[in-house]
């Protein structure tokens, strides 16, 4: 590891620009470069093999032997005293250690491979919990289409737990971009006849997740090959979408697993 660069001034120019990627969402769209702020986020980094530009730590971070490791893992190392770190972080209790990493290139739509796709989706929980259940049950790819929250946002990065780096992510995606699927489009509609548990699911496939307020575009609708409700036998009107998400990824791969195991049978 190289040694550390000390920075002592609210001034400087790196600080002033991971206050911007810091505090404000779409920063990153300007800059180029992501920050993450914490131990869990940095660690989900390491783990799976992405790459830090840059490591910028608090002095007494620097002092703790656990994070002056996880700090030395990437390519240099800043560290500023804790009332300047607190000035970067957007959060009430600041987390001492961040990640800066330049932004993933923009990738294609991938062909034939389980899919989310969000459709203006604008709560930064939500689509963090939506990509958390999506790494879960194994999609391999989510696709944001244009009026989606920014995907690189700290507010997404800190609910999403770390699930950026198991998926590949496109965002600002027109609608006709989803022709490249070349899956099955599937949604959830409160007024979709068939109910979810006995709806055949295909696979790989693509979920199709709505508007909070206003669900999925009726174009959109009309792409879907088929459209399931979700059984709520407690009367609720809907299921917030992250929730609905986690039902639905769970039954694709439930059912995913019942096949699997009856062909080995057979």
Known sequence: MTAPLHLSSRDNPLLQRLRRLAQDGAAYRRLGQVW?????????????????????????????PRLRELAGWAARVVVVPAPLFAGISALESPAQIGFVLDLPPAAP?????????????????????????????GVAQLLALKGSVALWSPK??????????????????????????????VATSSHAGQALPLAALPWPCAWVLGHEGQGVADTLLARCALQVRIPQPGGEESLNVAAAAAVCLYESARQRAESKATRQKG
């Open 156 to 185: 997404v990065l800190r609910a999403g737990m770390g699930a950026h780096f198991g998926l590949q992510l496109a965002e600002g995606l027109e609608e006709d971009a989803l022709a490249a699927l070349q899956v099955p489009l």
């Open 109 to 137: 739509v991938r062909p034939g491979v389980a899919t989310v796709v969000l459709d203006r989706l604008q709560d930064p929980g939500n689509v963090g919990s939506v990509l958390r259940s999506a790494a879960a049950f």
């Open 36 to 64: 993450l702020e914490g131990e869990h986020l940095c660690s989900a980094l390491r783990a799976r093999g992405g790459a830090a530009a840059q490591a910028v730590v608090s002095e007494p971070a620097w002092h703790e």
